[in-house]
C-alpha cells in the first residue's frame, strides 16, 4: 500500500483529473500458428483433460495459447505473452474469454501455467517467461515439456520468499501440481492420429491415486469396453445355464 507521505510529495491533481481507462484495442490473435501439429494436439489434450477433471469446480477456468494482458505499458509495447496452457481458480463461471485480461479478472493472474518446449521457444520458456510468471503473475506452478523429448518435463512451485523451487519428480517421474491437485506425467500413445504410425510421449494429467486422466472419447471408449465385457460374461453365465444367448 502506497504510503502518505509518497502521496505528499507529488502536487494536488487537477479537479477534472481521471483516473486512465485501461485499453481496449487489445489483440487476440498474432497469426501466428503452433509450433506443430503435435504441440496443438498436446495443448488441446491438457485443456479438455483438466477440464475433465475440474468438472466439479464450475468457478475454473482453463485454456491455452491466448494471450495474457496484465498492464498498460504491455500493451504498448505489443509484448504479447500467451501460455500454451493456463488454469485459474475461483473464477467468475460462464465468461467468454478471448484472452486472458487481468484488469477484467479482478486482478488475478493464472494459478497453473504449462508450456510446450520447441527449438525456438526452449530459452525463453526457460528464461523471460519464467521470470515473468515468477515475478509478474506469482503464478503458483510452472510447469515445461517439449512434445518430442520425453525427459523434458520440469517444473517449479513458488516460494514467496526465494521465489520458483524446482519440484522433485516421484519414482514415475511425475511431478505433483498442489493448485489442480493432480500430477503430471508422461502417457505413451497414438491421440487424434499423431504419430501416423505407433505411438508417441503426452504429457498428461493424473489423480491422486495415480489413475490417468480421460479424455470425453477415452471415457466413451472404457465405458463401451466395460459394457461389452459385462454382456461377454452374461452370455458366458446363459450357456452354463442351458440358455442360447441368441434366442433371447
Known amino acids: 500500500m502506497v504510503s502518505e507521505v509518497a502521496f505528499s510529495s507529488h502536487p494536488p491533481l487537477p479537479p477534472d483529473w481521471e483516473v486512465p481507462t485501461p485499453p481496449t484495442d487489445l489483440i487476440f490473435d498474432d497469426g501466428e500458428p503452433l509450433e506443430s501439429n503435435r504441440h496443438r494436439i498436446a495443448m488441446n489434450v491438457l485443456i479438455r483433460s483438466a477440464q475433465q477433471a475440474l468438472i466439479s469446480r464450475p468457478d475454473s477456468f482453463v485454456g491455452g495459447n491466448m494471450f495474457v494482458y496484465y498492464s498498460r505499458q504491455q500493451v504498448m509495447n505489443r509484448d504479447f505473452r500467451g501460455p500454451d496452457f493456463l488454469a485459474v481458480l475461483g473464477v467468475e463461471p460462464n465468461r467468454e474469454r478471448q484472452g486472458w485480461v487481468i484488469w477484467e479478472e479482478s486482478g488475478r493472474y493464472p494459478d497453473v501455467i504449462i508450456e510446450l518446449l520447441s527449438p525456438s521457444t526452449a530459452a525463453i520458456d526457460r528464461g523471460a517467461k519464467k521470470d515473468l510468471y515468477e515475478r509478474t503473475f506469482r503464478t503458483p506452478d510452472y510447469f515445461v515439456f517439449d512434445p518430442f523429448n520425453p525427459d523434458s ?96
Open 153 to 248: 518435463l520440469a517444473g517449479w512451485r513458488l516460494d514467496l520468499t526465494h521465489g520458483y523451487q524446482p519440484l522433485t519428480p516421484n519414482d514415475r517421474g511425475w511431478l505433483w501440481c498442489e493448485t489442480l491437485e493432480l500430477w503430471l506425467g508422461t502417457w505413451e500413445g497414438a491421440i487424434d492420429r499423431e504419430p501416423i504410425s505407433g505411438s508417441c510421449v503426452w504429457l498428461r494429467f493424473y489423480t491422486p491415486q495415480g489413475d490417468l486422466v480421460l479424455l470425453p472419447e477415452e471415457q466413451a471408449q472404457q465405458q463401451a469396453e466395460q459394457e461389452k465385457q459385462r454382456a461377454e460374461r452374461l452370455a458366458a453365465k446363459l450357456r452354463e445355464l442351458g440358455v442360447d444367448p441368441s434366442d433371447l
